[in-house]
């Protein structure tokens, strides 16, 4: 690693950026929190929080920015490099990647005078990854977490370092071409066996994306997750 952009910030994880859509209500009692894909931003899962907000009237989307550059394209940001695409090169990402979103959530959640109760994580891909790692490691259950197209990084390491199960809701493309199919089953397993509650959903003829069924059961398991949270 020569690349050392942000090593100015002394040891403090560098504050993400972000988009977000204010609740209808006014009143911020919830928030959905958006991680998007390798070389994509914040604006790209944003899109998700109209289908969602009017069953949510009371929550707050969030939508940050990866925190590095997209390191194989000129514009675009990442949570990591996906150059090398091995399990441990993968993981070592995640880790990287994991304190600087938990620090976003605990100031965002510590802004809105909420707890984690108040609070859900939703990923595609990349963002999946770190929804699950950074949501699993907590140490108090959040509402819930969705996970779009992603898989479950460190899943050796997840029985010993897990804090928190908050209820999971993974939907995958059976017909993905960048992250496989294969890795739903393979989350879906390691989960279960540390105890946390996993619904998958297995979307036909899908590729790497979401589709409106995706969509739709994601919509109820957060209004689902927030009636139950108080």
């Not at 938990?102 to 990349?126: I, K, M, T, W, Y």
Request: charge should be negative.
């Amino acid at each position: 690693m020569e690349d050392h952009p942000h090593s100015h910030s002394h040891g403090h994880p560098q504050h993400l950026q972000g988009v977000a859509l204010p609740p209808k209500s006014g009143k911020t009692k919830s928030l959905v929190v958006l991680l998007h894909g390798v070389g994509a931003d914040g604006n790209d899962l944003l899109g998700l929080a109209p289908y969602w907000a009017p069953a949510l009237p009371d929550t707050e989307f969030v939508s940050p920015h990866a925190p590095f550059p997209f390191d194989m394209a000129p514009s675009g940001r990442q949570w990591f490099s996906l150059q090398d695409r091995t399990p441990a090169s993968v993981l070592a990402g995640v880790q990287t990647a994991a304190p600087i979103l938990d620090h976003f959530l605990d100031e965002l959640l510590a802004a809105r005078g909420l707890d984690e109760s108040r609070l859900a994580l939703v990923g595609f891909s990349q963002g999946t990854m770190m929804s699950l790692y950074t949501g699993l490691r907590r140490a108090k259950p959040l509402a819930c977490i969705v996970g779009y197209s992603g898989a479950l990084a460190g899943a050796a390491l997840l029985a010993k370092e897990i804090r928190s199960r908050p209820p999971v809701l993974l939907v995958h493309g059976e017909d993905d071409p960048m992250v496989p199919f294969s890795a739903l089953d393979a989350a879906v397993k390691a989960l279960t066996a540390t105890g946390v509650k996993v619904e998958a959903l297995a979307r036909p003829d899908l590729g790497h994306s979401i589709d409106e069924e995706g969509l739709t059961r994601g919509g109820e398991f957060l209004t689902a997750a927030f009636a139950t949270g108080g």
